[in-house]
């Protein structure tokens, strides 16, 4: 607050009603959180006097439980309040210093429990890519056990039929996941937590591919898979979001993109499976399905020992155990402390303009809050994106279209298993680009490559089939399609749709989020094997790579930046009118790209987007994010 008339003078009394929303009068934003016209990026602390603060944290504490540590609550506010100018602070000893330092010089050192949480998130994420591919070879076999194989065969009289049937199989876990799974994250996060949430979802991945398995008709095998999609949905709305709220901000897209990482390892294993079990007669396709239960173990078994998110403690006003989570997360106990109480200024500040209660409530209020309608459209086009740029016509159908080219069986199983690998592989990258380059840079440098090489795929279908570059061409650009797909649409959405939210509409946001990506997803395994019957794999493949510029175009104009900023620092981001970012981009940064890499003028200069206020950071190339380090005290 720059106005000293917005401060009011605490009291030392206890916490009652009246004594919360005084403090919570001291610390509010003066930035409109639904109409950032300024584009500010505001830490609600920064303008505070030195003495107030101190007030507040005595009050926060007792309201809270916390009196056993208000020493460390009053030094971590005072670091909260002034991030860049702690080295000057005499109440900081040169230990809890040098561990605030590391968080930029050694961004990598954290607890060894921070590290294990990831680790599981890691292997949700391999069971979410198993459970995908264990129907891509499944497909070459079991719909002529259950009597709907005819879809390869034009003159057999069930051949539409057919076709949607084995479409409909494939895509029960994506109907599954958008119109059951995802929209019960919410009300089960409420209850039960982040981890009890992701546990119910291992349960489902368990026992689901076994069900899968010994299923008599197509019938039962689409049950099994409906019921494999709730908890998939379950585990996809709530593993990111898990993980986004107990990384550090400097790491955060690195960890959290593990989901999608892993999922492309999960992928591979998957593959692997598919190869390993390929000629073992019949129960090929069973065993297929089946082995996706085996990484559905180690998750439902390791979750019990991971520490729960300390913001959804926050939530449910359980401070002292956020802060014992906070402990096993962070490095020193005074950073523990400071992202306590700064986490909870941030968000009585996003309290001021968001009074759902309810589900229902909260669901409408993505679309009719203007802050959370923007991060919703974000994520909504991040979400579709991820099925508009045809990932998984190959993840779902590469052995289809592999035999399309005119492999044998085997051949289409090994050339799917080297997608895998090369989706695996080239994930890695992200890890180091995401955090530095940015969510929004890797989209828009990445979707062009993914239209050519979908392209170039496409028409290297009519090399003729006699010879060797017709099977080898079509397999290399689907390969240098996934390297592209790997570090940007693959790792992002999920990352990105973990951090837009607020926390009060955090689960239902990232339920609406991944449904939609399911739901597409669903649509896309429903229809493809029409599709590729009636457009020829050259229309189909040229069909995605036109919509992958139609998402380029969409990211541009919705999708703003958040690396590095707190989860609670993006209320400013998405606070800043869509009008506003759309006509930045259009009039600002097109120009200045324009000249700077087309014209190769060194001397052009980009006029920033945000503007900072009691934080570190600084503008990136197209007005996003980026930290700095010489930042000047407020």
Not at 71 to 77: C, N, V, Y
Not at 149 to 156: E, Q
Not at 263 to 278: D, E, K, M, R, S
Not at 491 to 518: I, Q
């Amino acid at each position: 607050m720059a106005d000293s008339d917005k401060i009011t003078s605490g009291t030392d009394t206890g916490y009652h009603n009246a004594g919360n929303q005084e403090r919570r009068g001291t610390i509010t934003s003066h930035i409109d959180l639904n109409k950032n016209l300024e584009a500010k990026i505001d830490n609600p602390l920064a303008d505070i006097p030195h003495d107030q603060l101190m007030r507040d944290v005595d009050q926060f504490a007792a309201e809270h439980g916390l009196m056993d540590i208000v020493p460390l609550l009053k030094k971590g506010a005072v670091v909260a309040q002034n991030p860049g100018g702690f080295e000057n602070l005499k109440q900081i000893t040169e230990e809890e210093k040098q561990h605030i330092r590391n968080e930029t010089l050694h961004k990598w050192k954290h607890p060894a429990a921070l590290y294990y949480t990831i680790i599981i998130c890691s292997i949700g994420a391999a069971v979410q890519g198993w459970d995908q591919t264990g129907s891509n070879g499944a497909n070459l076999s079991f719909p002529q056990e259950f009597g709907i194989g005819g879809g390869h065969d034009k003159n057999n009289p069930h051949y539409d039929r057919d076709n949607w049937l084995v479409g409909l199989v494939n895509a029960a876990p994506y109907i599954g996941s958008a119109l059951i799974g995802c929209w019960c994250s919410d009300p089960i996060n409420f209850y039960l937590g982040r981890r009890g949430t992701i546990f119910i979802s291992a349960i489902f991945c368990l026992l689901t591919p076994i069900g899968g398995a010994i299923s008599r008709n197509w019938e039962e095998l689409f049950a099994t898979r409906i019921l494999m999609g709730i908890g998939m949905g379950l585990k996809g709305a709530s593993v990111p979001i898990f993980a986004a709220e107990n990384a550090p901000t400097s790491i955060r897209g690195a960890l959290v993109m593990s989901w999608q990482m892993w999922t492309a390892f999960g992928i591979f294993l998957g593959f692997c499976a598919n190869l390993a079990v390929n000629e073992v007669g019949r129960i090929a396709w069973r065993l297929q399905i089946g082995s996706a239960f085996l990484p559905a173990v180690p998750l439902t078994i390791g979750i019990y020992f991971c520490p729960e998110s300390p913001r959804w403690y926050i939530k449910k006003k359980r401070y002292q155990d956020a802060y014992q989570s906070l402990l096993r997360l962070r490095n020193s106990e005074l950073q523990a402390a400071r992202d306590l109480y700064y986490i909870n200024a941030q968000l009585e500040v996003e309290s001021e303009i968001i009074k759902g209660t309810n589900y229902m409530t909260r669901f409408i209020e993505l679309f009719t809050i203007p802050r959370i309608r923007r991060a919703t459209l974000a994520a909504f086009t991040v979400m579709l994106a991820q099925q508009m740029c045809g990932i998984n016509i190959i993840a779902f159908y590469s052995s289809t279209v592999f035999v399309e080219a005119g492999a044998s069986q085997k051949e289409a199983l090994l050339a799917s298993w080297g997608f895998g690998l090369v989706n695996f592989i080239f994930a890695w990258p992200a890890i180091f680009t995401i955090d530095t380059f940015g969510r929004r840079s890797l989209l828009l440098f990445t979707f062009p490559q993914m239209a050519w090489t979908l392209l170039a795929a496409g028409f290297c279908f009519y090399i003729p089939e006699s010879s060797k570059a017709h099977l080898g061409m079509i397999a290399f650009f689907v390969f240098l399609f996934a390297a592209f797909y790997s570090p940007g649409e693959g790792p992002v959405p999920f990352t990105y749709s973990a951090e837009v939210f607020p926390l009060s509409h955090r689960e239902v946001g990232m339920g609406f989020a991944v449904a939609t990506c399911l739901f597409w997803a669903a649509v896309l395994s429903i229809t493809f094997p029409r599709l590729l019957a009636a457009f020829t794999p050259t229309g189909a493949f040229g069909f995605y790579a036109g919509l992958n510029i139609a998402a380029f175009v969409m990211i541009f104009f919705f999708v703003p930046e958040t690396k590095q900023r707190t989860l609670e620092e993006l209320d400013y981001v998405f606070a800043v009118p869509l009008r506003k970012f759309m006509s930045y981009q259009l009039t600002k940064f097109l120009p200045w790209w324009i000249q700077r890499y087309v014209f190769m003028n060194k001397n052009a200069k980009l006029e920033p987007l945000y503007h900072f206020h009691g934080v570190i950071g600084a503008e990136g190339e197209d007005g996003s994010i980026r930290q700095s380090a010489d930042t000047k005290d407020e």
